[in-house]
Nanobody, 123 residues
Framework: QVQLVESGGDSVQSGGSLRLSCVAS????????MAWFRQAPGKEREGVAS???????TYADSGKGRFTISQDNAKNTLYLQMNSLKPDDTAMYYC?????????????????WGQGTQVTVSS
């Protein structure tokens, strides 16, 4: 059974940095996409960045130039390095896995989800 466990969320000041991690277990798929989504109170869940099993990355406009998604296959871990954080980045951040390799970057096309890790950015 696939499990995704996020960590690394914290409270930081505007301009600060955080690195989120997501450890995947029970994961045997050779073709997949992994992604970070976020959801702020009262808002819909939105994609932040994704990476596929070929190493190709996609970024939402909100994080371009500030966020970097990466994966360490040896550790079954997905990362999101977030720099120059802004108060608008405040949200619960979720790790997600798509094992059908559907190239649509919306929550409906990801089958497995972690429990989330909270990021709070103060001004």
């Amino acid at each position: 059974q696939v499990q995704l466990v996020e960590s690394g969320g914290d409270s930081v000041q505007s301009g600060g940095s955080l690195r989120l991690s997501c450890v995947a277990s029970g994961f045997t798929y050779s073709t997949y996409r992994m992604a970070w989504f976020r959801q702020a109170p009262g808002k819909e869940r939105e994609g932040v960045a994704s990476v596929d099993s070929f190493g190709r990355t996609t970024y939402a406009d909100s994080g371009k130039g500030r966020f970097t998604i990466s994966q360490d296959n040896a550790k079954n871990t997905l990362y999101l390095q977030m720099n120059s954080l802004k108060p608008d980045d405040t949200a619960m951040y979720y790790c997600a896995l798509d094992v059908y390799y559907i190239t649509v970057f919306t929550p409906d096309y990801f089958q497995y989800w972690g429990q989330g890790t909270q990021v709070t950015v103060s001004s």
